[in-house]
């Protein structure tokens, strides 16, 4: 069975990959889970993607806060029919429990990963914990790439049975320092055994196209599909903060300014001024402006030679989605149906 | 060096509870330079304890002495008479000492002064930064010479990650980012393709994850004459 699946051109035969190996422009989103046990909250998040993306990307206990387990969101998105990609980060797991999380997970009909090192424990809602970083992200990679393709355990040691066939995914933060060593280490992800890669957000194009003109020279583009992340900024003291206060997110003077203007109705009054209704609407005229913004930069990315896709990573806003998919043109999505081995 | 620092003075007085008759034990090494344990600090503390347990109407017999290194058994030797007459030994030295005193003197009791905080070195007056992790197998010659094991938050052996950001580390502005450094190190030095090439996990067992470690080394052995 395996060896069919191996035969039939695809590593794994997810939708995101055969979206990206027909050449159409790929599109994930991301869903956050609850910080409690209830199912309903993945469902009413899963309904607001539903054909809007070819994968949902679900984050492993983001800015180390606790929340449901990545692979159980994953379970449900399944059960929706919906195809999860699983962010697997190494702060909390050691080389056991990664790999037999791994097993677990493509048990559970999972077939995409994205391998990620972590934010560090002392962001989130339990700094006091041990952090593992048994293995790095790079690592993981060569982990999951050599379950799939050698059959083997990280100790060498062979499966005895079916392998897990993951679609690898790696993550990229353009312009993060050292800044002129950022591509050299997309090439480590890839040649480890990424087979796409999603960057951090996106906001400055001219940064990004540069960016890309380095992995271009290199091939990179050629040996993985890069999907630029991107995402909806919903006010400009969210945008202020992203810029000041998240590693590697750079956002042009310009687009902070365009919020600031979509606010301008509001503006002679003071925040305590404001009636409920007046915050509402401001908030709304934000939050349009944000979306305008984020389908003009995914229709300046989708001209950039060498991106595969789009990443829209709405932080606690699924709605967003569907008027950035449709905005965009991104909207309906294709139907690739599987190769016959 | 192992760097420590003196626990709070309270924390002290309650270890040091009801006893009364207080040896302060410093050490003349590691703890001596970096200004925890020594004999100046073991005097400034038993003078300390003496005036505060005056005041709390419990005047306690403190003294201090100090031994060149806490850590071995020889030194301790010197100091047996005056462990034997305390009611309690309060040690100014690294964690190591702490051990080797309740070792060589399993009927004393003995409490720690100070906290063991890292392997370190002195950056500038007042200020220590830790630069070794000891964790058994040493990758500084594939890192040119700055260890990211110990300096970069993650351990990562193929850094930097996404949040290195002018240099410094995500977790906190005055961490430097050790891949930062140890990219600038290689350029300096003309070595960047070593970046190149991928780290496979590292082997935790030489460091403490394999359990307590114990060198034994043969050729110092010493064997009866046959």
Not at chain 1, 47 to 55: F, M, Q, V
Not at chain 1, 117 to 126: K, P, V
Not at chain 1, 293 to 304: A, G, V
Request: proline share 6%.
């Amino acid at each position: 069975m395996a060896d069919q699946r191996a035969s039939n051109g695809y590593v794994s035969g997810s939708n995101l990959e055969r979206v990206l190996k027909s050449g159409n422009f790929a599109v994930t989103a991301e869903l956050g889970p609850p910080q409690s046990a209830d199912a309903e909250v993945i469902r009413k998040k899963a309904a607001l993607l539903r054909g809007y993306c070819d994968a949902v990307n679900i984050t492993d206990n983001q800015t180390a806060i606790v929340r449901m387990s990545s692979i159980g969101a994953g379970a449900i998105l399944v059960s929706e029919g919906l195809e999860p990609v699983i962010q697997m980060t190494c702060r909390d797991r050691n080389r056991l429990a990664i790999q037999s999380d791994l097993l677990g997970s493509y048990a559970l009909g999972m077939r995409n990963i994205l391998c990620l090192t972590g934010d560090h424990q002392t962001f989130g809602n339990h700094p006091q914990a041990k952090n593992v970083f048994d293995i790095d992200s790079i690592q993981l990679i060569q982990i999951v790439k050599n379950l799939r393709d050698e059959h083997v355990f990280q100790c060498g040691d062979p499966l005895k049975g079916l392998e897990p066939r993951f679609f690898i995914g790696a993550a990229e933060s353009p312009f993060a320092h050292p800044i002129e060593f950022r591509p050299y280490r997309l090439g480590k992800k890839i040649k480890a055994g990424a087979n796409f890669i999603q960057t951090q957000l996106v906001f400055d194009i001219p940064a990004f196209e540069a960016f890309m003109e380095k992995v271009r020279a290199l091939g990179l583009h050629q040996q993985a599909y890069i999907l630029a992340g991107v995402g909806p900024l919903k006010s400009p003291a969210m945008a202020k903060y992203m810029k000041e206060s998240v590693p590697g997110i750079l956002i042009p003077p310009e687009l902070i300014q365009r919020l600031e203007d979509a606010g301008l109705p509001w503006a002679g009054k003071s925040k305590d001024e404001l009636t409920k209704e007046e915050k509402k609407a401001r908030s709304e005229a934000w939050k349009q402006t944000g979306i305008d913004i984020c389908i003009e930069l995914i229709q300046k990315i989708m001209q950039i030679e060498g991106v595969a896709g789009v990443h829209i990573m709405a932080i606690e806003w699924e709605e967003a989605v569907e008027p950035i998919v449709k905005g965009a043109g991104l909207y309906p999505r294709p139907v690739v149906e599987p190769l016959i081995a | 060096m192992i760097i420590a620092e003196q626990k709070p003075f309270e924390e002290i007085k309650g270890l040091v509870g009801s006893a009364q008759k207080v040896l302060v034990v410093g050490c003349g090494t590691c703890v001596t330079v970096c200004f925890a344990g020594g004999s100046r600090e073991a005097a400034i503390l038993a003078a300390s304890l003496r005036m505060a347990s005056k005041l709390d109407g419990d005047p306690k017999d403190v003294t201090d002495v100090t031994v060149q290194r806490q850590c071995e058994w020889e030194y301790l030797d010197t100091i047996a008479e005056q462990v034997n007459e305390a009611d309690l030994v309060l040690s100014l030295g690294c964690g190591i000492g702490v051990q080797a005193i309740a070792e060589h003197f399993p009927k004393t009791w003995v409490v720690p002064g100070l906290n063991t905080s890292f392997l370190g070195l002195p950056a500038e007056q007042g200020v220590w930064v830790e630069r070794c992790a000891a964790c058994g197998d040493c990758i500084l010659g594939l890192t040119a010479g700055v260890c990211p094991i110990a300096r970069c938050s993650k351990s990562l052996l193929n850094g930097p990650c996404g949040g290195s950001q002018d240099g410094h580390c995500e977790v906190n502005e005055d961490i430097p980012c050790a891949w930062q450094l140890i990219y600038d190190r290689l350029k300096s030095l003309d070595k960047l393709e070593m970046l190149s090439e991928i780290r496979p996990p590292k082997n935790w067992r030489t460091s403490r994850d394999g359990g307590p470690r114990k060198i034994v080394r043969p050729d110092l052995r010493l064997y009866e004459e046959e």
